[in-house]
């Protein structure tokens, strides 16, 4: 289960790179770009776009269709499921992760259901770059969480090793990327009842990274409900197409 009381957030500490070893720094896009993935859930397709607003925030919406909600939820029901997701991530200077707000609209059947969840990470959560070539990177930070009207704490740990690099090609273009090796756990305490007090979930996989961002990932989430494992979630992302005004 999750600590009581939350660590205080670690610099994170980046050892193994020799000093003149390669590396790939982000690339500021500007205002209006878009890059649209395709991601893979569990061996259903859907799709989202990332859209640059402002300097220092983006926002990405998605949506996906599951023909048979028992495919989710491991129900009887028969009816179809819709979902429309929209995040909004905000960023300081140094492109550091401030606040994450998401919104979505659930179909079933022909019923509609809104829901909400935001996290605020204090002090932000570092930028993924620079990329150097065997640097492995450990850090730690704490965040506010609210889902709807519940509120909560968390932490998350987070593991990055740049293995090496390669070329990807996605969306008919080929990306000089960094192949990171990642793993990432959140834990959060909700102020509310089981099964929702205790909540953890553990992404592990990797990543290719090049100068403008994430062009492919391959990873699973393992999803926690007060330390027992409840289901584990296979995810790969491809970008699609980029657009640069």
């Known amino acids: ?12 500490k980046l050892t193994g790179a020799p000093e003149e ?10 205002v209006e770009s878009r890059l649209s993935y395709l991601f893979t859930l569990n061996g259903r397709e859907w799709g989202t776009t990332v859209y640059k ?23 009887s029901s028969t009816k179809t499921f819709y979902c429309k ?10 492109n550091a992760l401030k606040r994450i707000y998401v919104r979505w609209e659930e179909y079933i059947g022909g019923d509609k259901y809104t829901h909400s969840i935001e996290y ?3 002090p932000p959560m570092p930028s993924v770059y620079p990329l150097v070539n065997s640097a492995l990177v450990k850090d730690s930070g704490s965040f506010s ?5 519940t509120s909560g704490i968390g932490t998350y740990n987070r593991e990055i090793y ?28 909700y102020n509310t009842g089981e099964p929702w007090k205790l909540y953890k979930w553990v992404e592990d996989g990797y990543a290719w990274y090049s100068d403008i961002g994430m062009i492919k990932a391959e990873y699973t989430v393992k999803t926690y409900f007060s330390g027992e494992l409840k289901k584990t979630d296979k995810v790969s992302i491809i970008l699609n197409s980029i657009t640069i005004p």
């Open 1 to 12: 289960p999750p600590p009581t009381t939350t660590p205080a957030p670690t610099t994170p």
């Open 21 to 30: 070893s390669k590396r790939i720094d982000q690339s500021e896009l500007p």
């Open 53 to 75: 607003m402002g300097p220092d925030s983006e926002i990405r919406f998605g949506w996906f269709l599951w023909g048979n909600i028992s495919d989710m939820y491991s129900l």
């Open 85 to 94: 997701k929209d995040f909004r991530y905000y960023y300081n200077t140094s």
């Open 120 to 122: 605020n990470y204090s």
């Open 145 to 149: 969480t609210k889902f709807d009207d």
């Open 162 to 189: 740049v293995e090496d690099f390669e070329n990807i090609e996605a969306g008919g273009k080929t990306y000089e990327c960094a192949r990171v090796k990642f793993t990432i756990t959140y834990e959060v305490e």
